[in-house]
């Protein structure tokens, strides 16, 4: 197994109920298992493991660890598009660090609906709707490269 593999598997492992893990290190082959049990030792040292944050380590897709923003005018043209309400969703849940900068180019009182919708956001935005916010925004702005690159 790979030296990433291993420190997988040690994630997974640390994660588990201690029946459970014992139970499966139990049943691998013993270079495996006296490989894995310092690497799950240490994992088990930060005891708070943010399950969201370990769903994205331990998975293949690295789309859940930092979702690739358009480029700022696409970003915009696609904001522009949507209502207040759903601009506000984007921004709090994917790009907030590119509220700022949107905010300002648009008119006072789009500005304001969207910051009053964005302050009325849960500070711990869902996953799985950023994730399909983050799929939207990669889509929606693909289709207004195409539409510009059509002009």
């Known amino acids: 197994m790979s030296a990433a593999g291993m420190r ?3 994630l997974a492992l640390a994660s588990m109920h201690p029946a459970d893990r014992r139970w499966l290190l139990a049943r691998l082959p013993a270079p495996s298992r006296l490989a894995l049990q310092p690497l799950v030792q240490e994992a088990q040292r930060y005891t708070a ?3 969201d944050i370990l769903q994205a380590v331990l998975s293949d897709d690295a789309a859940h660890l930092a979702p690739e923003l358009p480029p700022p005018d696409l970003l915009i043209v696609v904001l522009d598009r949507l209502s207040a309400a759903w601009a506000a969703r984007i921004l709090q849940g994917v790009a907030q660090d590119h509220a700022e900068i ?3 180019a648009c008119a006072k009182p789009r500005t304001e609906a969207i910051r009053r919708d964005m302050s009325r956001m849960a500070a711990n935005f869902p996953v799985a709707l950023g994730d399909a916010l983050a799929r939207y925004l ?3 702005a ?3 490269r195409v539409e510009g690159d059509a002009r």
């Open 142 to 144: 693909a289709a207004a």
């Open 102 to 104: 949107y905010l300002a």
């Open 49 to 51: 493991l943010d399950n």
């Open 138 to 140: 990669a889509d929606a």
């Open 8 to 10: 997988k598997a040690a």
